[in-house]
Structure formats: C-alpha cells, structure tokens
C-alpha cells in the first residue's frame, strides 16, 4: 500500500483507463488500436479486481485469481483477434475497419 | 392340443410380401413367384391341417365347438383396463375362412403363373397378392374388433394397390381411387361402430362380445336414440362397415369398376375372398345382433334382399364379361347377407347363419373358378366384350367344360354346389318372410338366366372373326381350373351344419324337396330362356329389349347410381361445401397469414440501414446500450 494513495485515486485512474479504451475503440479505424484499445479496457478491469481485493478483503484472494483468469483471457482473444485481422489483411490489403464493410444488408 | 403353429399362416404370406416386395426386382420374376406360392402351398396345407384337426379331432367338447385362442399378446398397452391385443381366434367359421382363403389364393397364385406371364411388374404383383392374403389371414383370426379393424384396413389397401395394378391406365387408377374412397367412407362407420360398441361394453374381445348369456349383450340396451337402443346403432355402424366391404347397395359403386385389375385378382378379391369380409363380420358378432338387436338384423335382411334383387336386374343387361361376373357377385353376396338377416340365434332357426356360412363356402368356390374362367377366355380373344366372343366351345374345351359347371352350380341346378346351400337359404328366408323368399325365388330364375346368357353368349352363338385362332390357356391355368371345378361340383355334399351353425351344436340339415323342386324348375327356365335367346343367332334379345323400353336402358346404365353420386359429390358437396371453404381458406386464413409476413417484410426494408457494415456504428451501439444498461442498474440498485 502506497501512502496517501486510496482506492479512490485508484479507481480514478481505472476509470480513466476505461474510457480511454472506449474512446479509443469507437474513434480509431484501424484495427491493431482497436484491439490496444480493448486491452486497455481489460486491464482497467483488472486493476479495479485487485485494488478492491487489497482494499476491502484483504484476508482473501479472488480478485487476484480473477484478474489472472482474465489475462489468460485475454491473450486468448488476442491470438484470434490477430488471427482474424491477418486474414482480412490478406484479403482485403488493409487493415482498416471503413474498407471491411462487406456484411451488410 | 397345441395350435400356436398357427400364427404362421398369415406370418408366412408376410415374408412372401417383404420378400418379393424388396427384393423382386433383383430376381428372375418367375422366381418371385415360385417364393409366394411356396410359401401360399405350405400355408394352405397348415389350414387344412388345421380345419382336420378342429373339426373332427379336437374342438368339440360335449357336441358344441369350442372357441380356442391358442396366442393373444398384448400389443399396444394403453392402461390397465384399455389394452389391444394381437392374436389367432380359432373356431368354426375362422378355421373355414382359413381353408377358403388359401384354397382360392393357391389357385389363383398358380392361375396367375400363365395369365400374367410376361407382365411388367411381375414380382410386385405377388408382393401384393401376399400382402392381400396375409391381411385377409389376419382378418378371419382375429381376436378382438380392433385386429380386425386393423387387417380390414390393410385388405382395402391391398386391393386398391391391385386394382390399380395396371397404374398407367387411366380408367384403372380411378378405379382403385374409387373402391379405396367407397370403402373408406363406410370403414368411417365401422370405426364409430367399434367405439361406441366398446364404449357400452368396455372390451374389444370377440370372446367377450359374442358370449350369449354375458354382460355384453344386456348393456346399451336401456338408451335409445331415434328409436333405436343405442347398442343396435352400434351394430348397424359395423355393419355399414361390412356394407361397403361386401359391395352392398347402396355401396356398391366400386365393384364393378374394380374389375379393372388383372382379372385373377378380380377371382380372389373381388370375388372369393375379400367381398365376403363383410359377411365373415356380420357372422362374427352374429350372437349381438340376433340377442341385442334384432332391428339391426332385419336392416341386414333388407339390404341384403335389395342388392340381390338390384344386381341381378343389372347383370342381365351387361355386356361385359367381368361386369356381369361383379354384379352377379354381389347378388350372391346379398343372398348371403339375407340368410344371415333372417336367422335367428341356435337349433332349427339359426338355419339361415348356417346357410350363409355354407353358400359363402360354395360361392368362393364356383365365383373364382367363374373369374379363372373368364381369364382364360380374356387370355385367348383379348377383349372382355360379350360381341368379341362366341363358338369358344370347339377351342378351348377345358375352359368350356368347367365354366358350364360353374354356371350349373351358380345356377343352383343338382348336384352342384350352390344347389345345396343356395336351397337352405330360401328355406331359411322362407321361415322368415314370405317377402324375402319371394324376391329370393325371383333372383334365383335370373341368376340362372344371366350366367346361360354369359356361358351361351360366349361358347355358343355366332362364331366371331378372329384375329388368330383362340387357343387354350396353358397348362398352370386349366389345372386350377380343374381343381376348383371338382370343389364345385362336390363342395354341397359337405356335411356343413354338423361343422359350422350359430350356437355350434349340431344342426341336422336335409334338402327340402318343397323349396327346391320349385327352385329347380325357376332355374331351369332361366336357361332355358337364355338358349332360345342367346344360343342361336337371333333378332329376339333385341325384341325383348325394346319390349322393355326405359326400364332396359335404365338398368343397362345401373340404375344412375353413379350420376347420382357423382351429382351429389360435384354439384352439392364440392360446389356447396368445399368451395366455400376453400374460398374462406384462401381469402382469410392465408390473407391474415400473408399479412403478418407482408408486414414484417415492410418493417426490415425500412430498418434494414442499421445494417451499415461500419464496425465502429455496431461498436458505439454495444457501448451506448451498455452504458444505457449501467444506469438502470445503477438506478435500481440505489433507489
């Protein structure tokens, strides 16, 4: 525990994170952001996991548990996110969200 | 002693059918039929075996027959007290239709090796000729109403299958349609009949139902509806399921035209075996209706007298030769139907049930040599018209020899068959009402001059230019011939009302010289009035005719029965009924139907843009909404 700092600062900042990561994923085109933007939104998660372990339960573990559940998660996701934007790459030469727009009506 | 054997007579004829059916088009035809008369052989020789066995070794306990049920599975358990079983009834008139049933359907199997060699489809004809004698098996060893009811409606398809044998001709397609809706619309009563029968008595079992001094007879019997206790609806529902079966006026319309098939399966069927369903069923609950309703009884008499007398009428101006052969059938059939009318329950006047099962037993006998014999001549001129045919006599001799037999016997002349039963109807009709054996005498007369009118029309006459000689028909048809040209000339001698009689004690019989000298000289002048008029080339059969004027023309058009039908179905039921609602189906269902679709296709074309494809307008929708969700959480949660 750092002095002076409470889970109020700490969620400030989680909170930040978060939003950041939204902005970030309605605003960018481009999809490799896209996807920082969303593991950006994970890990504000997992900083609001572990900062109410620490805070209010200390005695106990899972938020720990929780927020390493959600990195194996996500690195999961992460591999098939890539997956999927390397083969639009290969079929549209592009990686940006504005030229995939086939699926519609 | 054991007969738990026989549940392979019918099981037999349905590996036969799976056999020839799956497997027919893989064989040399002739094979197919080799397997389905082997397997008709060896069930015939188990229900002749049968029938030795039952009638003079073992079921007669204290001079009355005993019924025996060697098998009855249950077979479709619903609750403890409504249970269908599946099982073999032996007693005198099963153990009998199981003789007349495979004797016939041997015939005809052997019959059928000549006269459709050479046919398309040869293998899926005895497919379904084992499929016809299986169900029939089935029918006549049933134990309850509900076995019956299922093989009865296994016989109909059967039959329509072979009336339509012949699938690529119009006139026969229509046929089988014909005789598979006539006869459904009356099996719609029999089912009625069946429910309300067990409804009152609370059991499908025969046993039960036929017992004359059980529960079943009293019950139904306090109700009445429009006049008739409702035990006696019940019984006259079953019987117009029996009606239709048996070809009976007014249900009669689809048996002249089920001659459509090939004319062996016009022999077994709509002959010999499957017309007469309607009697077996009749004589089957005969204990109900002579006991519990005796005004069901006396409709049966009263359409049997009709369609006797109706038929005869028209099978003396048919030209024809399988018409006159039908209506000539379902004459006899209303014959059999009016001695089952007219008797009563036990001794001396159960006279008439037992004349009834002994002329259903000659009849099969004489009608399906008539039909084999009419084949054969069919077979050798290639028409079935009356004016293709004549002087026959000098080449087909056998044929020739053993279709006059069969005309004496359905003429009723002695020795022949048909004398003998044919003489302890009119007895019984005579005990009866006057009535009935008056109209019975008439018919008699014309049955002897419309079946001389066929034989003299046909063998005699004028000699016809044909195309190449007539021949005589091979060996596999004159040798069923034969066969059932002894039966019919020695089947009378039978002692039947020691075998077969409503309360199964013996009944002494002997030929009532009264009754039959007066029916023997009727006979006699009907053939005699057939050789004046048909056995020389003459101009008087078109004297008589016109002599006739409207009546003739009536009955050589049937009486209109069938325009009046087709009126009733065209003009009334469709124009009145169906098109109505078909108009209101297509108009209001469908249209409200239709409706909801239009509007739901309406609404996605207008709302389709959503759908931009921009992966960022989905995401800020997924974000917004669960932004949105958030705060009604939040807001619940605080409040």
């Known amino acids: 525990m750092i002095p002076g700092v409470g889970l109020t600062e700490i969620l400030i900042v989680s909170t930040l994170m978060f939003f950041l990561g939204v902005y970030g994923f309605v605003t960018r085109k481009n999809l490799i952001t896209m996807l920082m933007s969303t593991e950006l939104i994970l890990n504000s998660v997992n900083i609001n996991f572990v900062a109410f372990n620490k805070y209010l339960y200390p005695d106990q573990l899972q938020g720990h548990f929780f927020s390493l559940f959600v990195i194996a998660v996500a690195a999961a996701e992460v591999a098939v996110a890539i997956a999927i934007i390397i083969n639009l790459y290969r079929n549209f030469q592009s990686v940006d969200v504005e030229d995939v727009a086939e699926m519609k009506y | 002693m054991d007969f738990s054997y026989t549940i392979w007579i019918p099981l037999l004829l349905l590996f036969s059918f799976l056999v020839t059916g799956l497997l027919g088009h893989k064989m040399k035809p002739i094979i197919s039929g080799w397997i389905a008369i082997a397997a008709i052989g060896l069930s015939w020789l188990m229900s002749?075996?049968?029938?030795?066995?039952?009638?003079?070794?073992?079921?007669?306990?204290?001079?009355?027959?005993?019924?025996?049920?060697?098998?009855?599975?249950?077979?479709?358990?619903?609750?403890?007290?409504l249970h269908i079983n599946m099982g073999v009834l032996l007693d005198p008139i099963s153990v009998m239709m199981l003789v007349v049933i495979t004797t016939v359907s041997l015939m005809v199997y052997i019959y059928s090796l000549g006269y459709m060699k050479g046919e398309?489809?040869?293998?899926?004809?005895?497919?379904?000729l084992s499929l016809f004698s299986f169900s029939m098996l089935g029918l006549v060893i049933a134990t309850n109403l509900f076995q019956m009811y299922i093989f009865w409606e296994l016989v109909g398809l059967s039959s329509y299958l072979l009336i339509g044998y012949y699938y690529d001709k119009p006139s026969a397609v229509a046929a089988s349609k014909k005789a598979f809706i006539v006869t459904r619309f009356a099996d719609l009563g029999f089912l009625i009949g069946i429910l309300l029968m067990s409804y009152l008595t609370g059991t499908f079992d025969f046993e039960a139902l036929t017992d004359p001094s059980?529960?079943?007879?009293?019950?139904?019997?306090?109700?009445?509806?429009?006049?008739?206790?409702?035990?006696?609806?019940?019984?006259?529902?079953?019987?117009?399921?029996?009606?239709?079966?048996?070809?009976?006026?007014?249900?009669?319309?689809?048996?002249?035209?089920?001659?459509?098939?090939?004319?062996?399966?016009?022999?077994?069927?709509?002959?010999?075996t499957m017309v007469v369903a309607g009697i077996y069923l009749v004589a089957r609950l005969f204990p109900m209706f002579a006991i519990a309703a005796p005004t069901g009884l006396e409709i049966v008499a009263i359409v049997g007298a009709v369609s006797s007398l109706f038929a005869a009428i028209i099978a003396c101006t048919q030209t024809d030769i399988k018409r006159i052969l039908a209506y000539s059938t379902m004459s006899q059939l209303g014959y059999m139907m009016l001695a089952l009318g007219v008797s009563g329950y036990g001794g001396e006047a159960g006279l008439g049930y037992m004349a009834s099962m002994f002329h259903l037993f000659t009849h099969a006998m004489f009608k399906a040599l008539l039909f084999l014999g009419a084949g054969a001549i069919i077979h050798a001129v290639h028409s079935n018209e009356m004016k293709d045919m004549g002087g026959l006599r000098k080449y087909m001799p056998?044929?020739?020899?053993?279709?006059?037999?069969?005309?004496?016997?359905?003429?009723?002349?002695?020795?022949?068959?048909?004398?003998?039963?044919?003489?302890?109807?009119?007895?019984?009709?005579?005990?009866?009402?006057?009535?009935?054996?008056?109209?019975?005498?008439?018919?008699?007369?014309?049955?002897?001059?419309?079946?001389?009118?066929?034989?003299?029309?046909?063998?005699?006459?004028?000699?016809?230019?044909?195309?190449?000689?007539?021949?005589?028909?091979?060996?596999?048809?004159?040798?069923?011939?034969?066969?059932?040209?002894?039966?019919?000339?020695?089947a009378g001698f039978l002692p039947f009302g020691e075998l077969v009689t409503s309360?199964?004690?013996?009944?002494?019989?002997?030929?009532?010289?009264?009754?039959?000298?007066?029916?023997?000289?009727?006979?006699?002048?009907?053939?005699?009035?057939?050789?004046?008029?048909?056995?020389?080339?003459?101009?008087?059969?078109?004297?008589?005719?016109?002599?006739?004027g409207s009546f003739y023309t009536w009955a050589y058009n049937k009486f209109y029965i069938d325009e009046i039908y087709q009126y009733i179905t065209k003009s009334i039921i469709f124009k009145g009924i169906s098109a109505p609602i078909a108009w209101f189906d297509k108009k209001v269902i469908d249209a409200a139907m239709d409706g909801i679709a239009w509007i739901t296709n309406t609404v996605a074309d207008a709302i389709k843009g959503i759908q931009s494809g921009q992966l960022q307008h989905y995401a800020f929708a997924f974000v917004s909404g669960a932004v949105a969700l958030a705060m009604v959480f939040i807001y619940i949660m605080t409040s």
């Open chain 2, 48 to 81: 002749v075996n049968t029938a030795m066995r039952y009638f003079f070794d073992v079921g007669k306990v204290d001079g009355a027959y005993q019924t025996i049920i060697p098998l009855n599975p249950v077979w479709l358990n619903f609750s403890e007290t």
């Open chain 2, 120 to 128: 398309e489809g040869f293998a899926r004809f005895y497919a379904s």
């Open chain 2, 214 to 272: 059980g529960s079943a007879m009293t019950q139904g019997a306090g109700a009445a509806f429009l006049g008739m206790s409702v035990m006696t609806w019940a019984l006259v529902l079953i019987f117009l399921g029996g009606a239709g079966k048996s070809a009976m006026f007014p249900l009669h319309v689809w048996l002249p035209d089920a001659m459509e098939g090939p004319t062996p399966v016009s022999a077994l069927i709509h002959a010999a």
């Open chain 2, 398 to 490: 056998i044929t020739h020899a053993t279709f006059l037999i069969a005309c004496l016997a359905i003429a009723g002349i002695p020795p022949f068959a048909g004398f003998f039963s044919k003489d302890e109807i009119l007895v019984a009709a005579l005990h009866h009402n006057v009535i009935y054996f008056a109209i019975e005498y008439l018919v008699a007369g014309l049955t002897a001059f419309y079946m001389f009118r066929l034989y003299f029309g046909v063998f005699w006459g004028k000699e016809q230019k044909y195309h190449h000689a007539p021949h005589e028909a091979p060996f596999s048809m004159t040798v069923p011939l034969i066969l059932l040209a002894v039966g019919s000339a020695t």
């Open chain 2, 503 to 548: 309360d199964r004690l013996a009944l002494e019989t002997h030929i009532h010289w009264e009754v039959a000298i007066p029916s023997i000289l009727i006979a006699l002048l009907g053939i005699g009035v057939a050789w004046r008029m048909y056995a020389k080339e003459s101009d008087l059969p078109d004297r008589i005719t016109q002599s006739f």
